[in-house]
């Protein structure tokens, strides 16, 4: 199946600072990323929708100036959380859909903010 | 609105069948999808469904009825790597993913 990669897997960084999250299609062009939030025993938030070459599309109650979104080619999306505090710790999850089938959507392996 | 239900947790027994229901209300349908989530895990893709009837796929089988605004996850022969937790997700009209709350599979020896 196609794969998906996103680094860092785990950050720790502290109150104030600004973390980048970096989304990679390896194997096929994606036009189209997600951004997810997952916090412990809970499902999947979206928090946007990353279009190549255009403005990402936040979902209510997201806020974009502190979730900054770039999809700057077809096999990269970025997440900045920008002025991070200790409530955006989380674990963050991309996922990526693949035109080839069916624009079936692949996940990568998610990264763990932690901000102290 | 739109809206998936899935129980919040269930148990079962290694080597034993169990059945994961899920019900869904969204605006269009364009495919049902199941994911199993290991804890600390992305989700990971196990099935999809877009037209009625019985998917199989090894130990898991999948079932949509559309009319019903229906599907289960079916997992034969459990086995300990089983436990995690199963996510269903509808894609609408729009081809977005609505996202169900998970059921947490425990699999008890």
């Known amino acids: 199946g196609a794969v998906v990669s996103q680094h860092p897997s785990r950050v720790i960084c502290k109150s104030g600072t600004s973390v980048k999250i970096e989304c990679r299609s390896l194997?096929?062009?994606?036009?189209?990323m997600f951004w997810y939030r997952q916090f412990p025993k809970k499902s999947l938030m979206l928090m946007a929708t990353?279009?190549?070459?255009?403005?990402?599309?936040?979902e209510q109650g997201v806020e974009k100036d502190k979730f900054l979104i770039n999809h700057a080619s077809l096999t990269l999306s970025t997440l900045t959380v920008t002025s991070a505090h200790p409530e955006d710790s989380s674990f963050y999850i991309c996922?990526?859909?693949?035109?080839?089938?069916?624009?079936?959507?692949?996940f990568g392996p998610g990264t763990r903010l932690t901000v102290t | 609105g739109q809206n998936i239900d899935q129980p919040t947790e269930m148990t079962a027994t290694e080597g034993a069948i169990v059945q994961i229901n899920c019900t869904y209300q969204?605006?269009?349908?364009?495919?049902l999808f199941w994911y199993q989530q290991h804890a600390g895990e992305a989700p990971t893709f196990l099935s999809y469904?877009?037209l009625d009837g019985l998917e199989e796929k090894g130990r898991f089988s999948s079932f949509l009825s559309r009319s019903k605004g229906y599907s289960y996850l079916l997992l034969k022969e459990l086995q300990m790597k089983d436990s995690a937790s199963y996510l269903c997700?509808?894609?609408?009209?729009?081809?977005?993913?609505?996202w169900g709350a998970g059921t947490k599979l425990i699999i008890k020896p």
């Open positions: 997700a509808v894609r609408d009209q729009d081809y977005q993913l609505i």
């Open positions: 194997d096929f062009q994606a036009t189209t």
């Open positions: 969204t605006s269009g349908f364009n495919g």
């Open positions: 469904n877009v």
């Open positions: 990353s279009n190549e070459g255009s403005k990402a599309t936040y």
């Open positions: 996922s990526a859909r693949d035109p080839r089938r069916d624009y079936e959507q692949y």
